[in-house]
């Protein structure tokens, strides 16, 4: 089968990986290149986690753990550092209900448990804290780069400077792609597309006849020190959300070579096409070690970096996964998209190719199609 996959980001260049690695023929295309700043995929390290409030999360996050080992596997070095993770604050009950019912290991903790795990960290006494040991920091690059590698030589080919203008799922012999590559035009003739262009995705849905209302911004996070003292390295992610459970508020990371990771969950700027600004933000800096300072008072704060990459919502803040006659789509991140990479490069292979998903979660990877739009 001949594939043409449009943005080779985690879900696009997974996609193509999974369905080159199953032989058939694939051409990504990507109008910034692998890792790119401009798009979403791009930074040091991600969290990833089983931790997650509902119980379908939690079962594609048990199967997408495991695709990790796979893939793992396959690039012949781990692609994690695994030091567990503390959700504090909203939600937390939540959580620790869906990985009861999952059977999932995890542990309510109080301020003597906290202080074994994270020594640290502040402790608060009107947030509940749950403990959940399989999790920790994706090396982001390294794993996108593995994905890049497995694609390549198991046969993909790689396209960069590809602007795509025109995916024409109603042409003569398959689907037609046009684009503008280094400046000239290009077209393709496929049996299947991938769509999964991230902020971009928007257009070439409306096209389709499946629009979604999504809404890509611009984040900011920010990597410090963490101190030659303190073992930071080892020290558990965090996921610490607002009480009223509004968003995922402040999170941080250990981030080898380079220290912690902090972010604070609230968009930088709407993310507006041709807007190639990537100029890190001061007052979102100084915010982001403020919150830090407050929550890990010892750690050392000075700042090493700060990076800005897009993310896109969904209205529901849940993926969108789906095919639409012979094109399959893929967006709706939601800022959590990269911890879930191989179980993408799984997900949409099987959308193109038509081989079944696991009985274990084959309902919860169908309730991320469009067909929860239609009422809106």
């Not at 995922?248 to 902090?262: E, I, L, N, Q, R």
Request: charged share 25%.
């Amino acid at each position: 089968m001949r594939v043409i996959v449009v943005g080779a980001g985690v879900m696009g260049l997974s996609a193509a990986a999974e369905l080159s690695a199953r032989g058939h023929y694939v051409v990504a295309l990507d109008r910034f290149g692998v890792g790119n700043r401009i798009a979403s995929s791009s930074g040091a390290t991600r969290i990833f986690r089983l931790a997650h409030p509902s119980r379908d999360h939690v079962r594609l996050a048990k199967w997408n753990h495991v695709l990790w080992d796979r893939l793992e596997q396959r690039a012949g070095r781990s692609l994690r550092l695994k030091t567990g993770l503390i959700w504090r604050g909203g939600l937390a009950d939540d959580v620790q209900r869906a990985l009861a019912d999952e059977g999932v290991d995890h542990e309510r903790i109080d301020r003597r448990r906290q202080a074994t795990l994270f020594p640290e960290l502040r402790w608060d006494d009107a947030r509940g804290a749950v403990w959940q040991p399989e999790a920790g920091a994706v090396l982001a690059d390294l794993a996108l780069h593995a994905v890049e590698s497995t694609f390549t030589t198991s046969g993909g080919h790689l396209v960069p400077d590809a602007r795509v203008l025109e995916v024409d799922s109603h042409a003569p012999g398959g689907v037609r792609v046009v684009a503008e590559v280094a400046g000239a035009r290009q077209e393709w003739t496929a049996d299947r597309v991938v769509i999964a262009a991230g902020p971009w995705a928007g257009q070439f849905l409306g096209a389709l006849g499946a629009g979604v209302q999504l809404t890509p911004v611009l984040e900011q996070v920010t990597y410090v020190r963490g101190g030659a003292d303190i073992p930071w390295q080892n020290r558990p992610a965090i996921v610490d959300a607002p009480l009223d459970g509004s968003s995922f508020g402040f999170y941080a990371m250990p981030t080898p070579g380079v220290g912690f990771k902090v972010g604070i969950d609230t968009p930088l700027r709407p993310f507006v096409d041709g807007d190639l600004d990537r100029e890190p933000d001061i007052g979102r800096e100084r915010e982001s070690v403020e919150r830090l300072r407050y929550e890990l008072p010892t750690f050392d704060a000075e700042v090493v970096r700060s990076e800005i990459c897009s993310w896109t919502d969904s209205p529901d803040d849940r993926f969108v996964l789906d095919r639409v006659g012979d094109v399959v789509v893929a967006c709706g991140d939601s800022g959590q998209g990269f911890k879930f990479l191989p179980m993408f490069g799984e997900v949409l292979a099987n959308l193109v190719d038509e081989s079944p998903m696991p009985d274990s979660v084959a309902a919860d990877v169908a309730s991320l199609g469009l067909e929860r739009f239609t009422d809106r």
